[in-house]
């Protein structure tokens, strides 16, 4: 176990390995990240099996700064088949934050959240890349994502494997999926209605919007409520149709194929 009150792991130098089989907590506030990638920091790798968790105080679970000087490019590739866990709700507190340390800085690597890895935050992001940030790269998922993903720049990538879930707490309130480039659908959609009280038939939901997309969900779990998702993979919607008269047990969730999407033109709100 390693923990602080602040940047519990700093990594910094060039050409280094991280393997955590273990933990990487918080205490405190992080200032920047429980896990912190400096902006001098180059081709490095991460392999995470174990926990990088901000919840004991609050701040990203995995926080990397790019570059430190005007056009950097800085190397690096991130593996998890651990968890990687934010804490807190400032918007940036996210369970993997990428941030500009310097203007036209570039980050030249992928994130890839393998089977059995889970990246998450509780009241932020599950994945944020702010503006500012060249991500020369794709998000990699072939475990679980809980919670929005932002990514300014770069590519997702949803595998077979993957299952991506967001929490809709209202018509205002909802996690949403918005990716730059392109959008590779794949994997199980699973969509938490927290309050079912305030949806009428005929109100849509704007969960994802992208560049361009190809692919579809093999599944999608809506609980209670009747949606149409005719849209989701084109324009990146969901349109309430009904409601069943009894919530479910999770174990009872219809599944609900959406096979035959192709290549879909670039979409913007």
Do not use: K, M
Request: net charge negative; charged share 15%.
């Amino acid at each position: 176990v390693i923990s602080s009150d602040s940047r519990a792991f700093n990594l910094d130098g060039d050409g280094l390995q991280v393997n955590n089989r273990g933990d990487i907590l918080a205490t405190g506030a992080q200032r920047n990240g429980t896990f912190y990638v400096d902006g001098t920091a180059d081709n490095f790798t991460l392999n995470n099996s174990g926990s990088i968790d901000a919840t004991g105080g609050s701040g990203s679970g995995l926080s990397i700064q790019v570059g430190s000087f005007d056009g950097d490019v800085q190397n690096g590739s991130i593996f998890n088949s651990g968890s990687i866990i934010g804490s807190g709700d400032s918007g940036i507190d996210a369970g993997l934050r990428f941030f500009a340390g310097a203007t036209g800085a570039v980050f030249n690597g992928d994130i890839v959240n393998e089977v059995g890895g889970l990246i998450s935050a509780d009241g932020s992001p599950a994945v944020l890349i702010e503006e500012g940030v060249q991500f020369d790269g794709s998000l990699i998922n072939a475990g679980q994502i809980d919670g929005s993903i932002f990514l300014a720049s770069g590519d997702l990538e949803l595998l077979d494997s993957s299952l991506l879930s967001l929490t809709i707490d209202s018509l205002a309130d909802f996690d949403t999926v918005d990716i730059e480039g392109d959008l590779a659908f794949g994997g199980a959609l699973e969509l938490n209605f927290t309050d079912f009280s305030g949806f009428e038939i005929g109100q849509t939901i704007d969960l994802f919007d992208f560049g361009s997309a190809s692919g579809s969900f093999d599944s999608v779990f809506s609980g209670p409520l009747s949606l149409d998702f005719s849209n989701l993979t084109s324009q990146g919607t969901v349109t309430f149709t009904g409601a069943t008269t009894a919530v479910p047990e999770p174990s009872s969730l219809v599944a609900l194929a959406l096979g035959g999407l192709l290549f879909l033109q670039r979409r913007r709100r």
